[in-house]
């Protein structure tokens, strides 16, 4: 396991890398702060992220915000001063797993196992909300190149979504590539904006 850890205190990174070689054989990354971790992760490539704080500054979750943007890891962060602002922040950057109860080695396995289990379901969920995007999406683009199907030659909804379709059929693309390529076409001829 490779695990990147955060922290500023000398001690309390000590007390961490105690407990993680307690209960789990791992490559460790040690680093002071945040400042650079977009890097570290592109370039250690962690199974897991572990940040100690006090609490969290801004700057670190917006950092944070960004490895789960470029390269997305189960981050864990445990930090010393309860602070529910902070924490809703440093989840919505990506942050699996929340410790605001100190740092302690016999609840270590078991934090990063949940921390990992969160993180596989919200990447999930990821996928499935950019998977229905880009579908509602596509029905947008084959709605509008019917509408134009239509009125330039004339046909009901369910004739101008067979020619798109055959048309895509033909040529091998996608529907919702072959409804794009009509709408810039149309653009092209002055028939929209």
Do not use: W
Request: net charge neutral; charged share 35%; aromatic share 2%.
């Amino acid at each position: 396991m490779r695990v990147l850890i955060v922290d500023p205190d000398k001690a309390r990174r000590g007390r961490l890398t105690d407990a993680l070689s307690a209960v789990a054989e791992a490559r460790l990354l040690i680093v002071d702060n945040t400042l650079g971790v977009v890097e570290h992760v592109s370039k250690f490539t962690p199974d897991m992220v572990i940040v100690a704080c006090d609490a969290p500054a801004r700057d670190a979750i917006d950092d944070l915000r960004r490895v789960t943007e470029t390269n997305p890891r189960p981050i864990v962060m445990f930090v010393d001063k309860k602070d529910s602002e902070h924490a809703e922040e440093a989840l919505r950057a990506g942050v699996a797993a929340y410790v605001t109860d100190g740092l302690d080695p016999d609840r270590i396995r078991d934090i990063l196992d949940i921390a990992a289990a969160q993180f596989r379901v919200t990447q999930e969920l990821r996928r499935d909300l950019a998977e229905a995007k880009a579908t509602l999406a596509a029905r947008k683009i084959i709605e509008q190149a019917k509408g134009i199907l239509m009125k330039r030659r004339s046909l009901d909804e369910k004739e101008a979504y067979a020619l798109l379709r055959k048309t895509a059929m033909d040529q091998g693309k996608p529907l919702s590539k072959v409804a794009e390529d009509l709408i810039t076409a149309d653009r092209l001829l002055g028939g929209g904006p």
